[in-house]
């Protein structure tokens, strides 16, 4: 069984920054990738941002030099800072890692979700 334990979201006016933990446990054997995605109501869940063990990054055009993604191997954790919030950001957040497990299997989890909203 594997786990993504997701912290950080909430509520911040525009202009604001927050920043997002994840941290995974379980049954791994190796983690490949991590990364964030997001969905609006009515919309489709979305690549923000995903970083390699090796530490290549992958961002959405809308997100390009405001956030900045992160990772720590040693606690299977990924970071997502957040920094001048728009409206537009408003979102559920979502953890993501894509890895191998003890039989080499390729898998992928996601975690719960967290709110983030941003207000005008």
């Known amino acids: 069984q594997v786990q993504l334990v997701e912290s950080g979201g909430g509520l911040v006016q525009a202009g604001g920054s927050l920043r997002l933990s994840c941290a995974a446990s379980?049954?791994?054997?190796?983690?490949?990738?991590m990364g964030w995605y997001r969905q609006a109501p009515g919309k489709q869940r979305d690549l923000v941002a995903d970083?390699?063990?090796?530490?290549?990054?992958n961002y959405a055009d809308s997100v390009k030099g405001r956030f900045t993604i992160s990772n720590d191997n040693a606690k299977n954790t990924v970071y997502l800072q957040m920094s001048s919030l728009k409206p537009e950001d408003t979102a559920v957040y979502y953890c993501n890692a894509r890895g191998q497990n003890w039989r080499l299997k390729y898998e992928n989890y996601w975690g719960q979700g967290t709110q983030v909203t941003v207000s005008s």
């Open positions: 379980g049954n791994i054997f190796r983690i490949n990738a």
């Open positions: 970083i390699t063990s090796g530490g290549s990054t």
